[in-house]
């Protein structure tokens, strides 16, 4: 769907920009059906190798759109279990799923599911000027799409905890300090530095990339003597890949690799 998320492929990048410029690109079902089925198809398309989100506009993403959650229009309370059920969910479980990296350029405020949705994401480069904000207490819900997972993770529970409590505005610098995101530049220099990086990344041995994404989030659920044979499981399936033989025999011809991904 262009309407509200605008999906392009050039260079292996499946570029989806989130695109209700107007709400700061807060999260419609619409939306969310649309983003569900381009994460299918970054999945299972073999001429996607990379996955680039952003957001149109000023902002990154607002969070659950909130006339869609209106009291006055509707009678009883919603089922927000199977919002999150039906939408959030499958997005987050898709992001970290996809065997290729997923780069989130985080244009401008992140908020709520979109703070979180963001963060799902393999690497995160942001403008200098955003903040990511816990929103959800700031209306009597909890941190969904995974957040309350990832802070914890990345951040220990005193800082998780006071972001979701508070929902204070978290300066992007100050997450890429704290080792939430893996770096910020300046606003104006973003499109460029993403759009390159992804376009490295979908160059790269994308067999290989999705093996590494694959082992570096079991790392934290298991014991060393466990990822080691994992390691080993997955190092044996990626030196069976073509990318392996090229990337060896470019190195030892002195020449560029040239990866096709398989
Ligand atoms: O419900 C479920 O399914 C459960 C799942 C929940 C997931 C969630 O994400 S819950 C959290 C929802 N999000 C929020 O609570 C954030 C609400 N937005 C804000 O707090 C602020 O807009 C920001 C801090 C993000 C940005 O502030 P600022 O001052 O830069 O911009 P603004 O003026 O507030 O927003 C600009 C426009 O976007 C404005 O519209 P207007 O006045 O120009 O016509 C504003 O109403 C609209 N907008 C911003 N966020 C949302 C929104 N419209 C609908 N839904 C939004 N979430």
Known sequence: ??????ATLDHGVLKLTLNR?????????????????????ARDDDAVRAVLLTGAGRGFCAGQDLTERDPASRTGPPDLGETLERFYNPVVRL?????????????????????NIALACDIVIAANTARFIQAFSKIGLIPDCGG????????GEARAKALALTAEPLEADTAAAWGLIWR????????????????RLAAGPTRALGLTKRAIQAAGAQ???????????????????A????????????????????
């Open 1 to 6: 769907d262009t309407a509200c998320l605008a």
């Open 21 to 41: 410029p107007e709400t700061l690109n807060a999260f419609t079902a619409e939306m969310g059906r649309s983003l569900i089925a381009a994460l299918e198809v």
């Open 95 to 115: 992001i970290r799923s996809i065997e290729k990296p997923v780069i989130c350029a985080v244009n401008g405020v992140a908020a709520g599911a979109g703070a």
């Open 148 to 155: 309350t997972w990832t802070l914890t993770r990345m951040l």
């Open 184 to 199: 910020t530049c300046p606003a104006v220099d973003l499109p460029v530095e993403a759009e390159a990086l992804a376009r």
């Open 223 to 241: 014991s060393l003597d466990a990822q080691l044979d994992l390691e080993r499981d997955l190092q044996r399936e990626a030196g069976r890949s």
């Open 243 to 262: 990318d392996h033989a090229e990337g060896v025999a470019a190195f030892l011809e002195k020449r560029p690799a040239q990866f096709t991904g398989r």
